[in-house]
C-alpha cells in the first residue's frame, strides 16, 4: 500500500465505532427509491462535519454533493448509492429492518437488499478519513451520495447539477458489495456490467366482432408475429462472439374471445456489453416493428415508450489497471478478477457526462461464501443481491470497504 493510503487510513480504528453504529441505523432505517430523505441528510450532515463543502437535494431528487479541495492536483469523484427496496427482511441480526413505505401506491416492506447501507458507511468512512488526513493527499475529493439507483434514473437526475458544482473530474470510482468472501475485492478492465433497456410498446389497430376479421386490422396477429420476427434481432443480426439479450417479458390483449380488440401491448427487456450492440438492436426493433405494422395495413401503428435506460458498466483500462495494481498491494491474494456481470448499474452515467474514465469494483461481505463454493452450494448457502436474506456481515465489510475507497482513491490523490 502507498504511503499515502496507509497514512490516510491509520485514522480507521478511531472511527470504526462510529461508522458500525452508523451501519445498523441505515440498515434499520431504509428508505426507496427518491424517498431518501433521512439518509440523505445524514450522509450530507457526515461530510458537513467533516469539513466539505455540501451541496444537498441535487438534480431531481435527495442527491448529496460533498467537494473538499485540498490544494493543485487531481479531481476524484467517489459516488455511493442510497436505496433500498421493497422487501421483507430475513430475521438474521438484532438491527433488522421492520420499515415499512410507500411503493407505486402500495404498503410495502422496506429493506437495505442490495447493500446501498454499506456504501452509504464506507464512503462516509472514506470522507472522514480523506478530511482528517488532508496532510496525506493533494487534490479535490468530491463525493456524490446518489438516489434511486435501482430505478436507474438517480444519477441521470444528478449529472447536469453535479457538472455544474464540479465542471471538471479525472476520474470516477464507485463500489457495489457482494456475494463473495468478506474482505475480498474483484475488479475488471473494459465491460463488467450489461446495459439495460426498458420498452413499452402499444400496437393500436381496429377491433371488431370476432366472426368479422375481414372489417379489423387484428393487433393480436400482429403483435404475435412482432415477437416471433424479433428474435431474430439476436439470432440473425448481432455477431454471435457477443451478448445480446431481447426478452418479451409482457404480451397483453383483449378481454374476450369474441373481440377483437383495438391495441396490444409488448413489453421488450433488452441487454448487452456493447453500446454498438445496443444500439443496433433498438434500432432493428423499431424497425421491425415499424415494418409489421405496415404489413398488417391500415391503421396498424405502432407507440413507443422507452422505460428503463442505462449504458454499458465499462471500466477504463488504465484506470482500471491503476486501481488492480494498487488492490493487489492492499489487499493482496483477496483481489481477484471479476467476471462480467448480467446485471446493470447507473454510476457510468455521471462520468460518461465530462467523458471522463470511470473503474467500478465489487467488494465481498459473506463469510459463508467460500465454503460453500468449495461444497457447489451457492445458489442456496450465499443470498444473492435482492434477497431477503442479502446481509452481509458487518465486519469485515466496513473496514474493507472503506480501505478499498481509500487505496483507489489515493493513486490520484496520493502525494
Ligand atoms: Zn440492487
Ligand atoms: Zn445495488
Known amino acids: 500500500m502507498t504511503d499515502s493510503a496507509t497514512s490516510i487510513l491509520s485514522g480507521l480504528d478511531a472511527i470504526r465505532p462510529e461508522l458500525e453504529a452508523l451501519y445498523q441505523h441505515l ?38 454533493v460533498g467537494v473538499l479541495r485540498n490544494g ?15 422487501v421483507e427482511e430475513a430475521e438474521k441480526v438484532p438491527y433488522r429492518s421492520t420499515a415499512r ?23 462516509t468512512g472514506a470522507a472522514r478519513l480523506l478530511a482528517a488526513g488532508k496532510d496525506a493527499w493533494q487534490g479535490t475529493a468530491v463525493i456524490v451520495f446518489q ?4 430505478i436507474v434514473t438517480g444519477a441521470a437526475g444528478m449529472k447536469d447539477q453535479v457538472k455544474q458544482l464540479v465542471p471538471h473530474i479525472d476520474v470516477a470510482l464507485g463500489q457495489h458489495v457482494w456475494p463473495t468472501a468478506p474482505g475480498r475485492v474483484l475488479t475488471a478492465a473494459g465491460p463488467i456490467m450489461a446495459s439495460v433497456d426498458g420498452l413499452h410498446v402499444r400496437i393500436t389497430g381496429r377491433g371488431g366482432h370476432g366472426s368479422q376479421p375481414q372489417n379489423t386490422v387484428d393487433p393480436v396477429v400482429l403483435a404475435a408475429h412482432i415477437v416471433v420476427r424479433v428474435q431474430t434481432i439476436v439470432s440473425r443480426e448481432v455477431a454471435p462472439n457477443q451478448l445480446a439479450v431481447i ?24 441487454r448487452s456489453y456493447d453500446e454498438e450492440v445496443r444500439a443496433q438492436m433498438k434500432q432493428s426493433l423499431v424497425r421491425i416493428i415499424d415494418a409489421e405494422c ?3 395495413g391500415e391503421p396498424a401503428t405502432a407507440t413507443y415508450t422507452w422505460q428503463t435506460q442505462s449504458p454499458v458498466t465499462h471500466n477504463d483500462p488504465d484506470a482500471a489497471a491503476r486501481v488492480g495494481a494498487a488492490f493487489d498491494a ?16 447507473d454510476f ?37 443481491n435482492h434477497a431477503p436474506n442479502f446481509i452481509p456481515d458487518m465486519q469485515p465489510t466496513i473496514d474493507a470497504g472503506v480501505k478499498a475507497l481509500v487505496v483507489a482513491a489515493t493513486q490520484w490523490l496520493g502525494r
Open 27 to 64: 440498515h434499520a432505517n431504509p428508505e426507496l427509491s427518491n424517498q431518501e430523505v433521512k439518509s440523505a441528510a445524514l450522509m450530507a450532515e457526515g461530510l458537513r462535519v467533516a469539513g466539505f463543502e455540501v451541496h444537498e437535494n441535487v438534480g431531481d431528487s435527495t442527491g448529496v
Open 72 to 86: 493543485e492536483g487531481p479531481v476524484v469523484l467517489l459516488r455511493a448509492d442510497m436505496d433500498a427496496l421493497p
Open 101 to 123: 413505505g410507500t411503493w407505486e401506491g402500495r404498503d410495502v416492506p422496506v429493506m437495505h437488499a442490495c447493500g446501498h447501507d454499506h456504501h452509504m458507511t464506507a464512503m
Open 147 to 150: 438516489p434511486a439507483e435501482e
Open 247 to 270: 426478452t418479451v417479458g409482457r404480451l397483453s390483449a383483449g378481454m374476450k374471445g369474441n373481440i377483437i380488440p383495438d391495441s396490444a401491448e409488448i413489453e421488450f427487456n433488452i
Open 294 to 296: 405496415a404489413a398488417a
Open 330 to 345: 492492499a489487499f493482496g491474494d483477496q483481489h481477484q478478477a471479476l467476471e462480467p456481470v448480467a446485471g446493470s448499474e
Open 348 to 384: 457510468g452515467q455521471i462520468p460518461d457526462a465530462y467523458g471522463a474514465p470511470y473503474v467500478f469494483w465489487f467488494w465481498g461481505g459473506f463469510k459463508e461464501h467460500d465454503e460453500a463454493a468449495a461444497r457447489g452450494t451457492l445458489i442456496t448457502d450465499v443470498p444473492s
